[in-house]
């Protein structure tokens, strides 16, 4: 029972985790992609 609970705590972390941590990162991509757009405008 123990090891069957551990095992699907571990899929659900291991699906979730990864997943926002690509959210973030795409994130971050995209805002400072934005940030590099602004200033090649303004020069």
Known sequence: M???GKTKRDNI???VI???FL???Q???SNLTQN?????YKT
């Open 36 to 40: 590099i757009e602004s200033l090649r």
């Open 2 to 4: 123990t090891t069957v």
């Open 27 to 29: 994130k971050l991509y």
């Open 23 to 25: 959210g973030t990162i």
């Open 13 to 15: 972390l291991n699906g």
């Open 18 to 20: 990864p997943c926002y």
